[in-house]
């Protein structure tokens, strides 16, 4: 697992789940990232 600290915008959410969300942000630093939103 990677770990960034950047600032980003989020272009899209879907929910996987009950509570979590995959998100797609793009960031100055690192582009286009997807993450994993746990408990939002």
């Known amino acids: 697992m990677r770990l960034y600290r950047d600032r980003a915008v989020v272009l ?7 509570a979590d969300r995959i998100v797609t ?10 993450a994993v939103a746990k408990g939002v």
Do not use: F, P, S
Request: hydrophobic share 30%; net charge positive.
């Open 12 to 18: 899209r959410q879907h929910k996987l789940g009950e």
């Open 25 to 34: 942000l793009l960031t100055r630093d690192h582009g286009l990232v997807r």
